[in-house]
């Protein structure tokens, strides 16, 4: 099982600031998705990135993807309260379609 | 595409009873998953299903576990003989046709083993 490494495991900030989460592994993956998890919910998807060096936005939020594809990152823009929530990052591996989680990063947005 | 629904969305049991936790993904999608995440700790892969018979299994996904999709839509886990350990909550997730490891997961059901 390769691992991720998520960080920082925790983060609080103000509303407006910018912020970024970071997935790492000494792996590498075909793909990484972003999920954002709900207490008592089940994750829901936010972004795949599948290329080295791929960039994706969404609104406010923008995901990377390693060159190397090892590791990757994610940046929110002024962040809202209802940007408060665990973000997990996830690596899947080609022809393996389990995947593998990171411990994830609870986002907490003071207004 | 549709969601994914789980039942129960908690249940509890006491140690030792057998437990069904049940899916409905969507009968045309290949392969079919269930994850756990025990209280504070990483979602961790248990079984994925494939064709109608697992196609990989976990070293948490012991002799006590067991997966079926006994009508073609139903996708249900089973917990024979449940430990304390086994408190967690439980996700089914199926794939997506964009495909890229990419998967929906259900809301989960909890599971309390007192």
């Known amino acids: 099982t390769q691992l991720l490494e998520q960080s920082p495991q925790f983060l609080s900030i103000q509303e407006g600031e910018n912020l970024t989460v970071y997935c790492n592994s000494s792996s590498v993956f075909s793909s990484l998705q972003w999920y954002r998890q709900e207490p008592g919910e089940g994750p829901v998807l936010l972004v795949t990135?599948?290329?080295?060096?791929e960039v994706k936005k969404l609104k406010r939020l923008t995901f990377q993807f390693g060159d190397a594809r090892k590791d990757s990152s994610l940046h929110i823009t002024a962040a809202q309260p209802g940007d408060t929530g665990l973000y997990l990052c996830?690596?899947?591996?080609?022809?393996?379609?389990?995947?593998?989680f990171g411990a994830g990063t609870t986002v907490t947005v003071r207004a | 595409e549709p969601e994914v629904t789980q039942t129960p969305s908690h249940q509890v049991t006491q140690m030792g009873q057998e437990v069904i936790l049940r899916c409905v993904p969507i009968?045309?999608?290949?392969?079919f998953y269930w994850y756990r995440q025990i209280l504070g700790q990483k979602v961790e892969f248990l079984v994925s299903?494939?064709?109608?018979?697992?196609?990989?299994k976990s070293e948490i996904f012991d002799d006590q576990f067991s997966v079926e999709r006994p009508d073609g839509s139903n996708f249900t886990l089973k917990i024979r003989s449940t430990k304390l350990e086994d408190s967690a909550m439980y996700f089914c997730?199926?794939?997506?046709?964009?495909?890229?490891?990419?998967?929906?997961f259900g809301a989960g059901s909890r599971l309390t083993v007192l």
């Open positions: 997730a199926r794939d997506s046709f964009s495909g890229a490891n990419v998967l929906t």
């Open positions: 996830a690596g899947g591996v080609r022809n393996d379609y389990k995947l593998s």
């Open positions: 299903f494939y064709n109608n018979e697992i196609s990989e």
């Open positions: 009968s045309n999608h290949l392969y």
């Open positions: 990135v599948v290329t080295g060096g």
